[in-house]
């Protein structure tokens, strides 16, 4: 198992979302007892099975880099940062339904992770969305998954939802919206559960079966960690 290949996903989103409890229902498939605050970023690894009940399926890992930090920070944080974000094949974007704020500032993240922090100008219009046109020629694949959809009112879910359906669309990418605490949300054979592995399926084909690489300009290749905290990396 340790020669397989592997694709590195960020898992990026304001602190308190619920990113740690995120990467290890989907690493264990199990719920997280005890959360706590992530400091620099912490790397587990899932097992997947690229085009699976195929004659092309192969088993690769999947790296989720879950980057801690505030989207508010110093630059001088956000260098720190900067040294996660080299050779990244795909980005999860996650955000808590109900903390608005946090769903808004998804686009902040994504445009620091792309090597984009100086693009400003025309990015934000009066009304307070973003302009998407600004990632209409963004190769990597993201996803967008909300968290604590069990703690929105039924005679609100509607209205969240909807909302954050245009959020995804902003991203050009699918959605997900689950409670962490219950691994129901990412059964197999859910549709849920179907988005994640076509989102995998895709950062793979990226990464290994299209000429062009499609990894975030701007890094090296060379693996850095100087400066954060590489918590933990676990290959079971």
């Not at 988005?195 to 995998?200: A, D, E, T, Y």
Request: proline residues 2%; glycine residues 8%; charged residues 25%.
């Amino acid at each position: 198992m340790a020669s397989l290949d592997r694709v590195k996903v960020l898992v990026l989103g304001d602190s308190g979302v619920g990113k740690s409890s995120l990467v290890h229902l989907l690493c264990q498939n199990q719920v997280l007892g005890n959360p706590s605050w992530t400091v620099g970023c912490s790397v587990d690894v899932r097992v997947h099975d690229y085009k699976e009940g195929t004659p092309e399926e192969k088993t690769y890992y999947i790296e989720l880099w879950d980057v801690g930090g505030s989207v508010g920070s110093a630059s001088s944080v956000k260098s720190t940062r900067a040294v996660f974000y080299n050779s990244v094949n795909g980005i999860i974007l996650v955000h808590d339904l109900t903390n608005k704020k946090s769903s808004q500032n998804l686009h902040r993240w994504s445009r620091e992770a792309l090597n984009r922090d100086l693009v400003l100008t025309g990015v934000l219009v009066t009304n307070g969305d973003y302009d998407q046109e600004q990632f209409a020629d963004n190769h990597i694949p993201l996803l967008v998954i909300g968290t604590k959809l069990d703690q929105i009112h039924e005679t609100r879910r509607h209205e969240v939802l909807t909302r954050t359906a245009f959020l995804a669309e902003d991203f050009n990418a699918e959605e997900i919206n689950l409670d962490c605490t219950n691994p129901r949300y990412l059964a197999a054979g859910s549709s849920n559960a179907v988005k994640l592995s076509r989102f995998f399926d895709k950062v793979i084909e990226k990464r290994y079966f299209l000429r062009d690489s499609n990894q975030i300009p701007g890094f090296s290749d060379r693996k850095r960690f100087g400066g954060g905290t590489l918590k933990s990396l676990h290959y079971d």
